[in-house]
Each structure stands twice: as C-alpha cells, then as structure tokens.
C-alpha cells in the first residue's frame, strides 16, 4: 500500500493569510519531500527530509517554511504569499538514503506522490 | 549536472495503436530511472524503477526498458483510459540519493 494524503485538496488563500498544507505518509518511510509543480511543467524540489531533519532547501523564500513533527507527517507553512506562487503542491515519501551515516544506497530509492494541494494566492 | 529529455512532447494515438514514449539522459552514475503517470491536477503515479541497462519491467499494457543512455515506455494497444502525461526522472549518484532530475513529460492522448 503506498499511499501519502495530503490535506486540503484545494486552498485560496490572500496574500496576508497564514495557511498550512499537511502530508502524512503510513509506509515507514523515512523521507519527506515538498515539491511544486506548475502547469505542464515537471515537479521542482523545494524541501527533503530525512529522519525528520531537513537536509535538502533548495533555495526557497522563507515565505514557505516547512515542518516534519515526526517520521509520519510534513507541514508546509505559507505566510505572505504571491499571486505566482499559485500552483500544485506535491508532497512524496522514499526510503530515506543512508547517507549521513556513512552509506550510501546504490539502488535508487522510489519517490511515491501524494494527490497534490492545488494552491491558488489572490 | 544530471540531464532527462521526453520525447515527443506530445503524442495522438487511436485505441490500439501501439508505440514508444522516449526518455534520454545523462547523468553521473545512475541510481535509478523512474516512470510516472500523472494525470490532470492529479499527483504523479509511479509506474517503475530500473536500475540497470537491460532491465524491463512490465505492468498491463506498459513495458518499460532502459539502456546506458535512454529508457522507453512502450505502449501496447493503448486505451483511452491511458491518456495522461507519462514522466521520466533519474537519480544520479553524483548528488544527494534523495533528488529526482524529471524530463518535461510526454503528453499522451488515445483516441476512440
């Protein structure tokens, strides 16, 4: 069963707002990504996971903060938002890579999607 | 850096025409080459992971290979529910194991 939900399905938010997107995940796995994807292009990385401490931020604003309380769930906070950031916002889960401690998987480790949080800011 | 180019970007086929949805890359030792389905509005769905060149993997009508350059998802006598937009990534072992390098997509349609 690889199932990720994600919570709400669809979010209008003002520019002053404070929201929250929220992802669980049930497989055991130990990584949680945030991804966001605009129209007819592909997913980009915004956040990585692992072992419930954040180890990938690609670059982005500090008006999106991510959270992992623990190994089974993820929260995206939004605060102060932009009509551009307007988009789907996916939440996945992997087998976390063994990396930091000294072994690192040779075998690709599967990213499983949540349905998405389609995010719309006027 | 890790590259994925889909081929062709879209693709229009009647019920039971066959074909190939093409995936090239490069990518600095490869971890793994990865297929998604994602339809509109939808999250991504996987579909199969290949880790080596040779490999296949089939699921119903699809069929997915991999050599040391590109990987191809083979269609067999599509149907109308598999219209969607198909999805190729790679992980290289030049980076971090946990990030995915995505081609743009294939668009597929099958008509009636």
């Known amino acids: 069963d690889t199932e990720v939900t994600q919570t709400p399905k669809h979010l209008v938010m003002g520019m002053t707002n404070k929201k929250s997107l929220k992802c669980e995940q049930h497989m055991g796995h130990r990584a949680m990504y945030w991804y966001k994807q605009k129209a007819k292009k592909p997913p980009e990385l915004m956040f990585v996971y692992s072992y419930e401490k954040l180890s990938i931020n690609e670059s982005v604003p500090s008006r999106f903060s991510p959270e992992c309380p623990n190994s089974s769930l993820l929260n995206l906070h939004l605060h102060a938002l932009q009509p551009e950031d307007s988009a789907l916002y996916l939440c996945?889960?992997?087998?976390?890579?063994?990396?930091?401690?000294?072994?690192?998987?040779?075998?690709?480790?599967?990213?499983?999607f949540g349905e998405g949080s389609w995010l719309t800011v006027v | 850096e890790d590259q994925v180019t889909q081929s062709p970007e879209a693709l229009r086929l009647q019920e039971g025409e066959s074909s190939s949805l093409n995936c090239s890359y490069t990518v600095s030792g490869l971890r793994g080459l990865f297929w998604y389905r994602q339809d509109p509005g939808k999250g991504p769905e996987f579909l199969f992971t290949l880790y080596s060149a040779g490999e296949e993997k089939e699921k119903e009508r699809l069929k997915a290979t991999l050599t040391k350059k590109e990987s191809f998802l083979h269609i067999t006598a599509p149907k109308p529910e598999d219209s969607a937009t198909y999805l190729c990534a790679v992980q290289g072992a030049g980076g971090t194991a946990s990030k995915l390098t995505f081609g743009t997509g294939t668009r597929l349609q099958v008509t009636l």
């Open positions: 996945a889960s992997s087998q976390a890579p063994l990396e930091g401690q000294g072994v690192v998987l040779k075998s690709g480790n599967t990213i499983y």
